[in-house]
């Protein structure tokens, strides 16, 4: 069993940064792959950004270059630092955890809500 906590959303104008955190915990030992992903109402569920073992990081074109994604393995934690935020960033905001590499452990936390205005 796995327990993931987010936290960090909040609203911002266009051009902001927030940085969001999310602490995962459980029965389960280390993770492999470490990520986020966002639901915006009305849309499909995107994923935003995956970190790997080896710090090797992928990016959705969408945030690419605005986006970072980090980890502290000694916390089991995964951050995203978000700048050059843009209305069409809005959404929830979950992570996700997985032994990775292409394989998600279906465990979700309650999600962050960010919200970017113009």
């Known amino acids: 069993q796995v327990q993931l906590v987010e936290s960090g959303g909040g609203s911002v104008q266009a051009g902001g940064s927030l940085r969001l955190s999310c602490a995962a915990s459980?029965?389960?030992?280390?993770?492999?792959?470490m990520g986020w992903y966002r639901q915006a109402p009305g849309k499909q569920r995107e994923s935003v950004a995956a970190?790997?073992?080896?710090?090797?990081?992928n990016y959705a074109d969408s945030v690419k270059g605005r986006f970072t994604i980090s980890r502290d393995n000694a916390k089991s934690t995964v951050f995203l630092q978000m700048n050059s935020l843009k209305p069409e960033d809005t959404a929830v905001y979950y992570c996700?955890?997985?032994?990775?590499?292409?394989?998600?452990?279906?465990?979700r936390g309650q999600g962050t809500q960010v919200t970017v205005s113009s």
């Open positions: 996700r955890v997985g032994p990775g590499p292409t394989v998600w452990y279906d465990y």
């Open positions: 459980g029965s389960i030992g280390s993770f492999s792959v």
């Open positions: 970190i790997y073992s080896a710090d090797r990081t």
